[in-house]
């Protein structure tokens, strides 16, 4: 499974992007994720969709952010509004089941104050 992510950009404080990934392949049975990564090495996760559609989300994402898959375009989103300069930073789409764990390149968003 290949994952093309795109949508990133610079946007002013309070503004809104909306980012995807397009996988190569069948993901209709992974857990879905968008990943942040700021200044340092480490990857957060900010918001997933599971296999059946129930989604999660880290408490600095809630009420700002929403992710949704469309298993027939095999497209994963992510709607980010009320950007903070805190969001800046690589965002990546991940495939994840048992056994099989895919990323994305990255997509760069960067939020001016």
């Known amino acids: 499974v290949q994952l093309q992510a795109s949508g990133g950009g610079l946007v002013q404080a309070g503004g809104s992007l909306r980012l995807s990934c397009i996988a190569t392949d069948n993901v209709d049975r992974y857990r879905m994720a968008w990943y942040h990564q700021g200044a340092g090495p480490t990857r957060e996760l900010v918001a997933s969709?599971?296999?059946?559609?129930?989604?999660s989300y880290v408490d600095s994402a809630k009420g700002r952010f929403t992710i949704s898959r469309d298993y027939d375009k095999r497209t994963l989103t992510l709607q980010l509004n009320k950007l903070r300069p805190e969001d800046t930073g690589v965002y990546f789409c991940n495939a994840f089941r048992p056994g099989a764990n895919y990323w994305g390149q990255g997509t760069l968003v960067t939020v001016s104050s």
């Open positions: 969709v599971t296999a059946a559609g129930s989604t």
